[in-house]
Every structure is written in structure tokens, then in C-alpha cells.
């Protein structure tokens, strides 16, 4: 039978280290976004746990959220305390553990409550003078920043309007890399094929053609695997 689905957000996927791989971002970052801790003598609370647990596992709902913080530091600049409000106003307006990872807050008449916390949050108003925001054609109201956009292009949701993230493509809907908690262990992956094992081999000097062969995959997914790789062992600027 399977498990509801509020679980899968509740499931422990990753460690720490495998974790902050997957996400491209160093393990004492992510260890800081989820368990808070101390800078020039003063304590920070959690951005992503409501308070420190001590667990150097990460949850699925953990990581999904994590994915989305990533894009708001790495795109925009965006202070962690301005994230942090802004993810706990959503916790307490939903009353949910990860309210990021639930399709209310990004799609339908929910997207309000988003944009609402972006404000409440005191997201900088010179984050959007620095990009071109989204703007509703209906009512020209602002909507979501880019990262956010960005994010929500790379999740996969099991309702579109009540459910949960149940997969996130990294590289975009129309990539075949996917990572899925019930696939590889959460490994990214094509078509249940670890993208870090393709690449591995063609390293080792596998040919590509060989690769199709050997996993049965077409030669624009091995492709896809090598670019994925690729761009996670880039250096983040």
C-alpha cells in the first residue's frame, strides 16, 4: 500500500553530504540552512527547520525546499533572513512542516498567499530593480521573482492545485534528468540510470555509443546525464 502522501515529505532520502552534492552547494552551508548556529558570536535560528534538530539527515520536504533557497541565494543574493521570514510566515499561514513544498502556495488562487509573504518577508525592493519582473497581464500586479519562477519550472507535483513535490528535473521539464525519492535513492537519474554513473564511465573512457547500448537509453538521454554533470561540478560564482 502506499504510504499518504504527506509522508514523502516526511521521509528521511539523503544524508547531509550526499544532500548538499545533489544540491551543488557546500555541506557546511546546507548543514547551516537547516540546523541555524553561530556567526560573530550572535545565534541564528534554522532557515529551513523550524528549530534545530541535531539530524544530519535530510527529509525530502528538506530538500525540495533547500532546491528553492539555493535559487534565491544564488540568482539574486537574496539574505537568509529575508528567506527565513519569508518561509516561516508560509508555515504558519499553511501550518504546514514544508509549506514550499506543497503546490498551494505557487499555483491557483494560493499564489496570493506567496506574494503576500514575498512582501511580508521584506524581500528587498532593489531585488527587483535588478531583473525584470513577472508581471500578471490581467491586473499588471508583480508576481513571482524569477528564482521563484525558476523553481516552480522544475517541480512536479502529484495534484496541481492541493498536492505535494514528488520530483524535481534540474534541468527543466523537457530534460530526462530526474530526481525522484523513490528512484536511486533519491540519486539525479535518467530513466533509473544514475547520471553520475554515466558520466563515470565516459571519464573512464567508455564510449557514448557504447553507454546506449550497455543501459538501453537513447543517445539524447546520455547526453542530457553528461550536461547535467557537467554543469553540477562547475564552480559556483
Same mark, same amino acid.
Given at each position: 500500500? @502506499?504510504?499518504?502522501?504527506?509522508?514523502?515529505?516526511?521521509? &528521511?532520502?539523503? =544524508?547531509?553530504?550526499? %544532500? @548538499?552534492?545533489? $544540491?551543488?552547494?557546500?555541506?557546511?552551508?546546507?548543514?547551516?540552512?537547516?540546523?541555524?548556529?553561530?556567526?560573530?558570536?550572535? @545565534?541564528?535560528?534554522?532557515?529551513?527547520?523550524?528549530?534545530?534538530?541535531?539530524?544530519?539527515?535530510?527529509?525530502?520536504?528538506?530538500?525540495?525546499? %533547500?532546491?528553492? $533557497?539555493? &535559487?534565491?541565494?544564488?540568482? $539574486?543574493?537574496?539574505?537568509?533572513?529575508?528567506?527565513?521570514?519569508?518561509? +516561516?510566515?508560509?508555515? *504558519?499561514?499553511?501550518?504546514?512542516?514544508?509549506?514550499?513544498?506543497?503546490?498551494?502556495?505557487?499555483?491557483?488562487?494560493?499564489?496570493?498567499?506567496?506574494?503576500?509573504?514575498?512582501?511580508?518577508?521584506?524581500?528587498?525592493?532593489?531585488?527587483?530593480? %535588478?531583473? &525584470?519582473?513577472?508581471?500578471? !497581464?490581467?491586473?499588471?500586479?508583480?508576481?513571482?521573482?524569477? !528564482?521563484?519562477?525558476?523553481?516552480?519550472?522544475?517541480?512536479?507535483?502529484? =495534484?496541481?492545485?492541493?498536492?505535494?513535490?514528488? *520530483?524535481? *528535473?534540474?534541468?527543466?521539464?523537457?530534460?530526462?534528468?530526474?530526481?525522484?525519492? =523513490?528512484?536511486?535513492?533519491?540519486?539525479?537519474?535518467?530513466?533509473?540510470?544514475?547520471?553520475? @554513473?554515466? =558520466?563515470?564511465?565516459?571519464?573512464?573512457?567508455?564510449?557514448?555509443?557504447?553507454?546506449?547500448?550497455?543501459?538501453?537509453?537513447?543517445?539524447?538521454?546520455?547526453?542530457?546525464?553528461?550536461?547535467?554533470?557537467?554543469? *553540477?561540478? +562547475?564552480?559556483?560564482?
Amino acid at each position: 500500500m @502506499a504510504a499518504p502522501p504527506s509522508s514523502l515529505l516526511d521521509r &528521511e532520502v539523503y =544524508d547531509e553530504r550526499l %544532500a @548538499a552534492d545533489v $544540491l551543488g552547494v557546500a555541506q557546511p552551508t546546507l548543514h547551516y540552512w537547516l540546523e541555524g548556529g553561530n556567526q560573530r558570536g550572535k @545565534a541564528h535560528e534554522p532557515v529551513l527547520r523550524a528549530a534545530p534538530t541535531g539530524s544530519k539527515v535530510v527529509t525530502w520536504g528538506e530538500f525540495v525546499e %533547500a532546491r528553492y $533557497l539555493r &535559487e534565491y541565494r544564488r540568482r $539574486l543574493g537574496a539574505s537568509l533572513s529575508n528567506i527565513r521570514a519569508f518561509i +516561516q510566515h508560509l508555515r *504558519r499561514e499553511l501550518d504546514v512542516s514544508y509549506p514550499l513544498a506543497r503546490a498551494r502556495p505557487w499555483v491557483g488562487p494560493g499564489r496570493h498567499l506567496f506574494i503576500v509573504a514575498q512582501n511580508e518577508a521584506g524581500l528587498p525592493s532593489d531585488l527587483w530593480a %535588478a531583473i &525584470e519582473p513577472v508581471i500578471e !497581464p490581467h491586473t499588471g500586479v508583480a508576481m513571482l521573482l524569477p !528564482p521563484a519562477e525558476a523553481f516552480l519550472e522544475r517541480v512536479e507535483f502529484d =495534484d496541481d492545485q492541493t498536492g505535494i513535490v514528488v *520530483r524535481l *528535473r534540474p534541468d527543466g521539464q523537457e530534460s530526462p534528468v530526474v530526481i525522484d525519492p =523513490d528512484v536511486r535513492f533519491g540519486s539525479p537519474a535518467v530513466h533509473g540510470i544514475p547520471t553520475d @554513473a554515466i =558520466d563515470e564511465q565516459v571519464r573512464a573512457g567508455d564510449s557514448i555509443e557504447s553507454i546506449v547500448q550497455d543501459f538501453s537509453l537513447e543517445l539524447d538521454d546520455v547526453i542530457a546525464a553528461l550536461r547535467y554533470e557537467s554543469l *553540477r561540478r +562547475q564552480p559556483v560564482g
